[in-house]
């Protein structure tokens, strides 16, 4: 497999430096993407730059993944109009350990020389002076060429302290200790860090004391949806790698609900199916558009690989459930820990068991016991029956006088169906 090759077809290479695809085809090469951890987990834009290690490992070369413990101190400027929030060195730690633990699921740490590294850049900074540190890097990068960065340079006006100014000299600092600590030739990220990789670049060059290039860069291009909005956020926020901060099934709708114009892309980035499987199932989704083909691929290869194949199971059976062609027969093959998981975000309402037996008929079920929730009043109630637009576990309520002793779910839950909506009865 060729690297750069794999990156082209894929729409996944935008910049790189001279004689980069040379020094890969020459010999296996170790390259590193840096991930700052200013939050929990990563998130579905970190995973297209966490797929640039995987085609890379997949091609023969060694993948590292740095983990910023010093960086994420900082906070990297590019790409942002203020200055980011502080983080204590608590929170920072329980981020850096939850990253480490995502990035294990995508790389492989055990296929001999080419396995996967992981290195944390604080190990090198803390025991590095100031003084040192301006001996060391400072010396060698001009202040005219950091500010002629795009980062910098878009934050001049808005204002920007000498604390983010530095932060693409650490950067560039990482990929001088990494060179000459690990032998690492290649940087890797998305494009809006060119010229932090470049600095790193430039920094080892003339650290070196040579005029040809030993390290080498590459990007690769932000994602945007076909509207030029940012890609990997919701109505509730980020998509998080983290299923306790993006459930399963939240993760998987994300990617079933992408627009068509954006699919053809999406699969190529962050699938690892091959060329020739991607043009069939475009094929087929072009005859067929209202199947979402497309969409179900992209969203079955992501899921098992971030939360597993259980992950994915759950999350299938979750939309068949809430919007889907789900059976009696679904809803009891749910366990009691995945009713919370799937109805999450629909309304619920708990129903005393005194409650129950006052009520005379599935009308005083649905609304007196249900406190008015699922319908205000009997007179409403009984008229969504009458218009065939109610279902009890999947099953139609034909009869406003049915006796009210439905079946509890797991002896507690009922799902109650008004029309399109869903209303999950707890019984307590």
């Not at 470049?198 to 080498?216: D, H, P, S, W």
Request: with cysteine; charged share 25%.
């Amino acid at each position: 497999m060729n690297f750069i090759e794999e990156l082209r077809w894929r729409g996944m290479l935008q910049d790189m430096t001279p004689g980069t695809e040379e020094q890969l085809q020459k010999q296996m090469t170790a390259g590193y993407i840096g991930f700052d951890p200013t939050a929990a987990s990563l998130h579905i834009g970190n995973l297209a730059t966490i797929m640039l290690l995987v085609h890379l490992q997949r091609a023969g070369h060694k993948p590292f993944a740095l983990v910023g413990g010093a960086t994420g101190m900082i906070g990297d400027p590019s790409g942002r109009s203020t200055e980011r929030d502080y983080l204590s060195e608590e929170t920072l730690r329980k981020n850096q350990a939850g990253i480490r633990a995502q990035l294990t699921r995508f790389l492989n740490f055990d296929s001999g020389d080419n396995a996967a590294e992981m290195v944390n850049n604080y190990d090198w900074f803390k025991g590095i002076t100031f003084l040192e540190f301006l001996r060391e890097a400072g010396q060698h990068i001009t202040v005219n060429y950091m500010v002629a960065k795009d980062s910098v340079k878009k934050r001049l006006e808005t204002g920007l302290s000498f604390m983010e100014f530095s932060y693409q000299l650490l950067q560039g600092f990482d990929f001088y200790w990494l060179y000459k600590n690990k032998e690492v030739r290649l940087q890797m990220g998305g494009s809006d860090q060119w010229g932090n990789i470049t600095t790193g670049t430039e920094l080892i060059r003339r650290k070196e004391g040579r005029e040809e290039y030993q390290a080498f860069a590459l990007t690769t291009p932000l994602i945007t949806k076909s509207d030029g909005t940012k890609f990997g956020k919701s109505a509730g926020g980020n998509i998080w790698l983290d299923p306790a901060m993006t459930s399963p099934y939240q993760f998987y709708q994300f990617w079933l609900n992408a627009a068509d114009e954006d699919s053809t892309r999406l699969i190529r980035v962050f699938t690892l199916l091959t060329k020739e499987e991607i043009e069939e199932l475009e094929r087929q989704h072009a005859e067929a558009p209202h199947l979402r083909i497309l969409q179900k691929a992209i969203a079955k290869d992501v899921t098992i690989r971030v939360h597993s194949e259980e992950g994915y199971d759950l999350a299938v059976k979750a939309s068949e459930v809430l919007f889907g062609k789900a059976t009696l027969d679904t809803l009891r093959s749910l366990k009691v820990d995945e009713f919370d998981v799937i109805f999450e975000g629909v309304p619920q309402t708990e129903i005393t068991a005194e409650e129950l037996a006052a009520c005379k008929d599935i009308t005083d079920l649905l609304s007196t016991a249900s406190k008015g929730e699922v319908y205000a009043s009997k007179g409403e109630a009984r008229r969504a029956i009458a218009q065939n637009a109610v279902s009890i576990n999947k099953t139609k309520v034909s009869d406003p006088a049915a006796s009210p002793a439905i079946e509890w779910l797991q002896n507690r839950y009922a799902l109650v169906s008004k029309g399109k909506k869903n209303h999950l009865l707890k019984k307590v």
